[in-house]
């Protein structure tokens, strides 16, 4: 958990190494992504945002009171960059445009909204952009992730022979980046 802005890593650490040994694998990770999207943004991006109902309240107050500054930011990088709201059907608001959608039974979000919002969904779809086809034939032959039997049994193994490893929660004065 990076305590200075509350974001938390679940993902990125494993539970048998410590922290300190991992921390550099996982700064450059993230640097190459930061990297890499201040690079892709030079191009016109739309950006999609999907409030859910945990905070959404709390959010929407907050996209209200800085929505321009937030397309300004956005559009810092290309003027053409612009954002998507979509929400909850419990969520609205007055100030902003927002696309709602039903939530999943037993679930937080709509894990497949464009299926819940045809406007939505003929709006992106009308979208034209240069890497179209190319994302859609990378999403067609992408492998699905495999469970790992062996792996996972290794896991259960070790959890019982030495129990969970857990790292502390903060790392050095400093923070972790």
Do not use: W
Not at 31 to 54: A, G, M, V
Not at 105 to 130: H, I, M, P, Q
Not at 133 to 147: C, F, G, H, S, T
Request: glycine share 4%.
């Amino acid at each position: 958990m990076d305590m200075e802005y509350g974001i938390a890593f679940f993902h990125d650490f494993n539970n048998y190494q410590p922290l300190r040994r991992q921390l550099k694998k996982v700064k450059q990770k993230y640097n190459r992504r930061i990297e890499r999207f201040y690079k892709n943004i030079q191009e016109p991006t739309l950006f999609i945002r999907y409030i859910s109902s945990e905070n959404g309240s709390e959010e929407i107050k907050y996209l209200e009171k800085h929505y321009e500054e937030i397309i300004d930011k956005l559009r810092k990088y290309n003027e053409n960059n612009d954002i998507i709201f979509v929400a909850n059907d419990d969520i609205m608001s007055n100030k902003i445009e927002i696309y709602s959608v039903a939530k999943d039974e037993d679930d937080t979000v709509a894990r497949k909204f464009l299926d819940k919002n045809k406007v939505l969904c003929d709006l992106l779809n009308g979208y034209e952009y240069s890497l179209r086809a190319a994302n859609y034939n990378k999403y067609l032959v992408k492998p699905k992730k495999k469970e790992n039997f062996l792996q996972n049994k290794l896991n259960v193994l070790r959890r019982k022979m030495y129990g969970e490893y857990i790292h502390d929660k903060q790392y050095g004065e400093e923070g972790c980046f």
